[in-house]
């Protein structure tokens, strides 16, 4: 099937997918380490480039392969490199496209250990860093030197659901001679593709909505070009962080309804959001969805939606916020996002704690603010375990 024709869900359902000698519908699990060759010859043809073909799981093996065709042809890019986690494209990224002596700019609110990783472990490399708000563009050109050679965002970024402008940042990279890397977990490639706004990589942490199954850990990187997919595959083969071929099967599984679940995700979302904005309790609610949002207008001009994620301070601040999340019976309290389940959390004592308090409130991560990931779970049960949570009493 033409990928270029086709919509995008007929690309989640088809892309990547290649029928074995049986005709399997879906890509077998190829639960292999090595490939044999049928000869010396093809061995050494295959090692040397000079010959397609499977050699060993690490470097490549076709379920993984699915995979990241699949999810290549959604972004629009030339090639996907699957890793063992999100954290292992992070790495992936700044190991293959960073050196000594080099400066990148980022988000001031990207996810915590992608800023840990670069602050106390690149450095030692020699790798500087500046980390400021990049949902103000002119903080970004300020912060750009000779030595910059990546400008690395997260937009959405978690959980404050800061916006970052993907053509300004594309433009500010190239013509400052470096690349623009984008972590697009909060958005998933149904509700916004950078590299169609000029990114140069995309990297997802499969593990919320690809896989949206709250069942593996996984990552991805997407490079605009083959030179780059080239590089970003070189280093992925290097450090070990690959994906094994179960874990790709299921992550392959659970992308074909990516499209399903964030729609009807994002319309539970945009409900219970209004609803919380109403309520006297809550102080105020950050949802993409919502006029109040304060780069709504953006926001929905680089993604096509608002997703499934909300974040909302109550009244009581932080005591408030422990009670709400004590009494949830249909919400299960715990990190990580994306799935078909709702989850809700609270990033100052649990997914930000490790973060100075003076920088978490500078990324917008107040004491009292709780994440909400909407699943797909019947609207109505959701709205009423939030009403019995937020009143503590059974419905009158
Ligand atoms: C979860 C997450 C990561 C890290 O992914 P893992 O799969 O947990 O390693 C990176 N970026 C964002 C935005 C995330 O939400």
């Known amino acids: 099937m033409q990928d270029k024709e086709t919509g995008f869900t007929s690309k989640l359902v088809h892309a990547g997918s290649s029928p074995d000698d049986c005709g399997s519908v879906v890509t077998p699990i190829y639960q292999t380490s090595t490939f044999a060759f049928e000869s010396a010859r093809q061995g050494a043809d295959r090692f040397a480039g000079k010959a397609d073909g499977y050699i060993y799981t690490r470097i490549g093996n076709p379920t993984i392969k699915a995979l990241e065709d699949c999810v290549s042809s959604l972004e629009g890019g ?16 700044y190991m293959a496209l960073l050196g000594s002596g080099d400066h990148i700019v980022s988000t001031a609110s990207v996810y915590g250990p992608s800023r840990t990783l670069m602050e106390q472990h690149m450095s030692r490399f020699g790798v500087e860093s500046t980390y400021v708000d990049t949902s103000n563009v002119a903080n970004v050109e300020r912060a750009i030197r000779g030595n910059t050679k990546m400008i690395y965002v997260e937009t959405p970024s978690n959980p404050a659901m800061q916006i970052t402008d993907l053509e300004a940042m594309a433009k500010l990279a190239h013509e400052n001679d470096a690349v623009l890397v984008v972590d697009s977990t909060f958005a998933s490639p149904y509700l916004q593709r950078p590299l169609e706004l000029g990114a140069d990589v995309v990297l997802h942490s499969v593990t919320k909505f690809i896989n949206g199954h709250a069942d593996v850990v996984g990552g991805i990187l997407i490079a605009r070009d083959e030179e780059l997919a080239g590089r970003l595959r070189k280093m992925m083969v290097l450090t070990g962080c690959n994906m094994d071929p ?151």
């Not at 030339?78 to 990224?93: E, P």
């Not at 490790?354 to 920088?359: A, H, K, S």
């Open 78 to 93: 030339a090639g996907a490199i699957a890793t063992s986690s999100g954290m292992g494209a992070v790495t992936t990224a």
């Open 246 to 396: 179960h874990q790709a099967y299921l992550v392959h599984r659970g992308l074909k309804t990516l499209s399903l679940r964030i729609e009807r995700a994002q319309e539970s979302a945009q409900r219970i959001a209004r609803w919380l904005e109403e309520r006297r309790d809550i102080d105020w609610v950050r949802y993409i969805g919502l006029k109040s949002h304060p780069q709504h207008e953006l926001a929905l001009r680089q993604m096509s939606g608002p997703g499934a994620m909300i974040c909302f301070e109550l009244k009581g601040g932080l005591e408030a916020g422990e009670r709400l999340m004590n009494r949830v019976k249909v919400a299960a309290l715990a990190v990580s996002l994306g799935g078909v389940e709702t989850l809700i959390q609270h990033p100052a004592s649990m997914t930000h704690s490790g973060m100075p308090r003076e920088e978490r409130l500078e990324a917008g991560i107040s004491d009292g603010l709780v994440r909400f990931s909407v699943g797909i779970e019947d609207v109505d049960d959701l709205l009423e375990d939030l009403r019995q949570a937020l009143d503590g009493s059974p419905a009158a």
